[in-house]
């Protein structure tokens, strides 16, 4: 057993965080010392490992709270985690076509900036203004 500071230690988590986590139900409540203390069990560091690592790739907490109950019911959450890993792979391709589109637009403008020949009238300050995608 140990203390929220050496979970934080052994996780690179903050113990600010270790506590949010707590209050949304991320983590369970652990049981406490006659001092009040927090006492985690070593289950808990690769529990909180796992939200970390998902928070890395994107998830949402909601998702990784759905993952958990899985879990904490005994159950496999393995199909729960494809389906979120692509929802998550989905969003990323529209996020890329959003940027590639912009890419694009923004292309376009400089281009059209080159070819501007009277300054304040025609040239890219008008056309950005001007832009709509």
Known sequence: MMRIGE???QT???????R???QVGLLPPPPRMENNY????????DRLRFITHARSLGLSLR???AILAISDRGEPPCGEVLATLDRQIATIDQRIANL??????????RQRGNQAA???????????????L
């Open 7 to 9: 979970l934080a230690r």
């Open 12 to 18: 690179g988590v903050s113990v600010k965080t270790i």
């Open 20 to 22: 949010f986590y707590e």
């Open 38 to 45: 927090r006492l985690y069990s070593s289950d808990i560091v």
């Open 63 to 65: 998702e990784i709270t």
């Open 100 to 109: 590639q589109e912009l890419r694009t637009a923004l292309i376009d403008l």
């Open 118 to 132: 009277t300054p304040w009238i025609d040239c890219i300050c008008a056309l950005v203004r001007d832009h709509q």
